[in-house]
């Protein structure tokens, strides 16, 4: 929380928001200096200068060559960019580094796009495997594949008679007969997330995440608590490679925050780190025990330090749109049955919580200063959503909390003017409409996939957009589940163009300033932490990234192949391609 002084000026106002008493006082010789670039600042005129000085690990100065030149002494390292564009270190405002991390350390996992390529993968496994031995995708996703369909329970055990196989898509999933048999699942087994035949009653291999538990799976290969430290250490080196230099863990508990503050003790974390904290009751009765867990703990949202810090108190709503488990305002529909295996002409969803109990956890964390984060897929569970924070408004205003909802992937008009009005976040992966806005506007038709992703009309009504990648399996960073490179994704918010080449409401595209301030400042914005970071200005950590292309002026098809060529945590060089020389 920023707490504004009675009376104060512009100059004092400036020294206040930086935090730093000298940043208004003659610039420090620098230790570091970026001479002769396009440095984009992302300052509130978006001012671009020609150079940038680094001290103690802080940006002391912009401005001309001439100007930042005077700050140099005999120790200083100087770096001539020859005309490279220089960006704030871009924040992911959700992916999931610790499965990411750990996800291709046996094998690499495939990145497969029609249903012949699946079979095709797992009659290889089938191959290789001993009989009885499970094959398993850790994150398939049947509305990515060219058919835009699942494979049949026949197709599956035709591919594999003799090894269980579970194709895992986060909330809902595909089994196949050798799979039901090792569970031990029949046509009497009672749970809600397995799937019948309407008719004959016989199982369809479909499954939700319900009954994921059901399944009998081998257990996960243990990992020394080093081999977990070295996993993710590597994992966020290929963020830095990017240009990434703040990542928002989105789903985690206070061990994961120990164990990032363990990696920077231990001078191996290069990138700052958000941690959300996921509370996961069963009932209504664990989640009021929950809930005095957490008025109890000494720590809440900020608590940390610049590298590592407790992020937002989150729950998960609903489930998913790859799944048909998005919570929607109307039924998914008849295509929507067909892909998913819903035979309920009623069917909208799945809904985790009732009004009551989101109520209970919202109106918890607006007490307790917690900043408060929902995963909400569906536009059914975004208007439960909003009716829940514009009650708890009433009571405990929510303008300034920065709460936020993510994914939340449809935005009406009414949703738009509620987080505008209450200052709520939007915190949404755009690669999700790169790769899946066909399917969403095949399912769920014209109409409908108007409120999908609806950037410009967001950006129009005042909603501040955070811009992540919930990545979380595989290591490429434009073939993984999900694609989390960030300039791929201010592409297809750009141009609005999708996997499959469609133009898909093109109105709805933003201009390029906004999609790097959605990864740069307004993500800064999201943790409290706009003094500190998102933009090049005097007294911010110098986190900065030297890119392959001149973001604001390279040919648009161009945008989603830049690379990071340097980036730089305070004031560290943490990865180079070599290209830029050092003096």
Known sequence: MIIKPKTIGTWTLSCLFLGIAWACNSSPKADL??????IVTVDQQFSIVEAVAVSNGKITSVGTNVKIRKLADAGTKIIDLKGKTVIPGLIDAHLHPETASVSELESEIPDLHTVNELLEWIRSQAGIKKQGEWIIHPKLFFTRLKE???????????AAPHNPVFLDGSFGGMINSAAIKASGLTEKTVNPGILHEKRSGKLTGYIRASAFALLKLPEKKHLTYEEELDALQSMILRYNRLGFT?????????????VYRDLHEKNRLTARIFQNIWINPDTITTLKMTLDTVRAWKFTTGYGDDWVKIGALKIVLDGGILTGTAYLNRPWGDRAGSIFGIEDTSYRGVLNYSREEVRLVVKTAAELNWKFTAHCTGSGGMELLMDVFNEVNRENPLQGKRFSVIHGNFFSPATIQTLSQLGIYADLQPAWFYKDADAMRYILGDERIRNFHPYNSMVKGGVIISAGSDHMVKWDASTSINPYHPFLAMWTMVTRTTERSSVILPEEAVSREEALKMYTINNAYASFEEALKGSIEPGKLADMA???????????????EIQSEMTIVGGKIVYSSGIIGEK
């Open 33 to 38: 200096i970026l001479i002769n670039g396009k």
């Open 148 to 158: 835009l369909r699942q494979p049949t329970l026949a197709e599956l055990d035709q």
């Open 246 to 258: 703040s990542l928002c863990s989105g789903a985690g508990d206070f061990r994961n925050f120990m």
């Open 546 to 560: 030297v890119i392959s292309e001149d973001f604001l002026a390279c040919p648009a098809d161009r945008i989603k």
